[in-house]
Structures are given as C-alpha cells and as structure tokens.
C-alpha cells in the first residue's frame, strides 16, 4: 500500500540545530539517527556538560559538528541556532528549554520534560509572545497509522464518538536492573512519575489528536505492582472525560517479560479503529459510515524510525513557517494532564485539567 503520508524535502538553505544532552539524556541512540540523516539540518553544535556523549555522535554527525559546549549559556553565547533538541531528565530540561527561548531558539524537548506544568504555562507564553515552538517529543503522532485514524474522525467518517479504550504495556524486567533503579527514571524527583510520565503520556496525547478533543477530567490510580526498589509506579489506570462529552480508559504498565503490547480503540456512531502496533496481528482495522466491511491498514515499512520522522517533519515544519506536528497548546495540555493524572491518583478524588484563558476547552475537532 502506498504510504499516504510520503517525506518531503522542505525547500531553503539547510538549518542549525543545538542538541542538548548528558550521559544520562533519553534517546541517545534515536536522537544521534535522526540529527545525522535529516537532510535538512546542516549543522549541529553540541551541549555535553560531562564530555561523556561526544564519543557516541562524533562519528555520526561527521562534518555536521560545528562545536561542543559545556552549557546551554555556553552555547548561546557563541552560536545562534535556529532549533534546540533538549534531551535531558525533566529537572533539568526546563531551564535548557527557558534558555533556548530566551536565545530565540525553536525548542524540540523530551518528554515529559517539565515537573511543573505552571512553569512550562509561563515558558509557552514567552513562546508565542516571540513567535516560538515548543515542540514535545511525541513522536507516534506522524506515525501513518496514527495519521489516517485522525484524519478518518475528522472527515467524519465515524460520525460523533462514543469512547476510547487504550492500553500501553511495556517490559517489567527493566525495573529490575540496577541501572535503571539508580537512574533519574526511577526517581520521582527528578523524573516526575513512571509508567505513566515515561510511556503512557503517547497514549494520552495520541487520544485527544486523533479525536480531536481534549481531556477535561481524569481520575484514577498507580501503584507498584512488581514490588521493586522503585520510586515511581509501574502500573497505573486512568478514567479520561473528553471535552466532546465521550469517555475513555487507559492502562499503563510495566507488566511483560519483554517487548510492548498496545492497544488504542475509538468507537463512533459509524464505525471504529482498532490500532495495534505492538502484539497484534494487524496494525490497523477500521470501519467507516463510507465503508461498512472491515478494512486493514499496514503502513509501509521505510527503514527510518519514528523519532527521525519526526524530528524531520518538525524541522521542515519550522524551515517553512508552517505549524509542527505538536504545537505549544498540545505541549502544555499533555503536561497538565499527566500532572491532573497524578495528582488525581495521590488524593483519591477527579481532578478537571486547566484550559488556557482565552482557548475554547473541550473539542478541538475541524479547527
């Protein structure tokens, strides 16, 4: 099948990006792919305050390093970047992000990336004050699958949505090694919560792209199911009230000997999708008004991975002053949401999720 959402190549000069990282940053490995084979980024100049990750991009970026610096200020000084790729734990990614802002500097940051949602609320308002993105890294939003299930509920094709059902299940087994015990993953402070900040946050964000509709309330519960030596849950289970008036559940855990399961289900007045990615044997099915029969959707297989994809549509995105897969309002309303999550789950009680003043809260469908 052909892939309906080809790559393109954004038209202008090649950009310069400023990746900001430790040994400790997420994604590494999926970051150094995607800086070294999008076209589009000319250069890349490197934040490495310890000097441990030049070794693991030197090669990669080849004559694409233009420069390594021991801090953002340090960076900022010296160069005018056009995008910052902020990956670091989020006690530290909120000041790299205020930084690059500050720099006037596109900002692409790894999730969850913020502790506090009223800090990143004041961060967007500089952002659009100065004509800024602050992009998060959700990057399963420009997978094709994902894709054509958005843009089915926003032709319609399912009529009005009746509820949501997902769950995100990943490797319990990496909770028992000590690297992960000691790391900032596991630790509360400095990570802002488990299963749910690290993995389940696709999942929430993903619901309210493809319907269209924000999260308005949640209520739920997390605990550590697996008894390790953890700060943070491994298991956790939301009830989501959408801005349409639909409802929707997810489960988010650190449950199988190895690999993921998922599941992601929209029901509607006309139909249905079914996407399962991970531990399914088709990746997609769907039912339409248009087309009553059950129909498969199996995305072609490019090589390029889902972070590099990404990456590369927000860089063309800003290369042509068109707005980015994630905009300011999705970063922040996924950030409030996790934080409602939580804090909804420690007191027993629904908590609403703030809508920015002077945004219309709910349905965000045919915009």
């Known amino acids: 099948?052909?892939?309906?959402?080809?790559?393109?190549?954004?038209?202008?000069?090649?950009?310069?990006?400023?990746?900001?990282?430790?040994?400790?940053?997420?994604?590494?490995?999926?970051?150094?792919?995607?800086?070294?084979?999008?076209?589009?980024?000319g250069t890349v100049c490197l934040v490495d305050p310890d000097g441990a990750v030049l070794p693991q991009v030197n090669e990669a970026f080849s004559g694409k390093l233009s420069g390594v610096y021991r801090s953002s200020r340090e960076l900022f000084s010296e160069q005018k970047p056009d995008?910052?790729?902020?990956?670091?734990?989020?006690r530290l990614a909120a000041p790299a992000v205020a930084a690059a802002l500050d720099a006037g500097c596109h900002v692409i940051v790894e999730k969850p990336a913020f502790l506090d949602a009223d800090i990143l609320a004041g961060?967007?308002?500089?952002?659009?004050?100065?004509?800024?993105?602050?992009?998060?890294?959700?990057?399963?939003?420009?997978?094709?699958?994902?894709?054509?299930?958005?843009?089915?509920?926003?032709?319609?094709?399912?009529?009005?949505?009746?509820?949501?059902?997902?769950?995100?299940?990943?490797?319990?087994?990496?909770?028992?090694?000590?690297t992960y015990?000691?790391?900032?993953?596991?630790?509360?402070s400095r990570s802002g919560g488990g299963h749910l900040a690290w993995l389940g946050i696709h999942w929430l964000d993903l619901a309210t792209y493809i319907a269209g509709a924000d999260i308005v309330e949640v209520a739920g519960f997390t605990a550590n199911v697996g008894d390790q030596p953890i700060e943070v849950e491994d298991s956790a289970v939301m009830s989501l009230r959408f801005g349409d008036g639909f409802l929707g559940t997810l489960t988010s855990g650190y449950y199988l000997g190895k690999g993921y399961h998922s599941h992601l289900k929209v029901w509607?007045?006309?139909?249905?999708i079914e996407i399962n990615?991970?531990?399914?044997?088709?990746?997609?099915?769907?039912v339409t008004k248009d087309h009553p029969e059950v129909r498969n959707f199996v995305s072609p297989q490019t090589g390029e991975s889902a972070y590099t994809r990404f990456i590369g549509e927000c860089v063309r995105a800003i290369m042509e002053q068109r707005p980015p897969p994630v905009s300011n309002w999705d970063t922040l309303q996924i950030v409030r949401t996790i934080r409602a999550a939580y804090d909804a789950a420690e007191t027993g009680?629904?908590?609403?999720?703030?809508?920015?003043?002077?945004?219309?809260?709910?349905?965000?469908?045919?915009?």
């Open 277 to 286: 990615l991970f531990g399914g044997e088709t990746p997609m099915r769907y």
């Open 349 to 367: 009680r629904s908590r609403k999720i703030e809508i920015a003043p002077g945004v219309k809260a709910g349905s965000r469908a045919l915009d």
């Open 181 to 188: 015990q000691e790391s900032w993953l596991a630790d509360k």
């Open 123 to 178: 961060l967007v308002r500089l952002a659009d004050r100065k004509g800024l993105h602050i992009i998060l890294a959700l990057a399963n939003r420009t997978t094709p699958e994902y894709r054509l299930a958005h843009d089915l509920i926003q032709q319609r094709k399912l009529g009005k949505i009746y509820g949501v059902e997902m769950h995100l299940i990943a490797d319990q087994t990496r909770l028992e090694k000590s």
């Open 1 to 41: 099948m052909v892939d309906p959402y080809p790559l393109v190549a954004a038209k202008g000069e090649p950009i310069e990006v400023a990746f900001i990282t430790n040994q400790e940053g997420p994604h590494l490995g999926e970051y150094r792919a995607a800086l070294a084979e999008i076209a589009e980024i």
């Open 268 to 272: 509607g007045e006309s139909g249905w």
């Open 83 to 90: 995008i910052a790729l902020i990956s670091l734990e989020p």
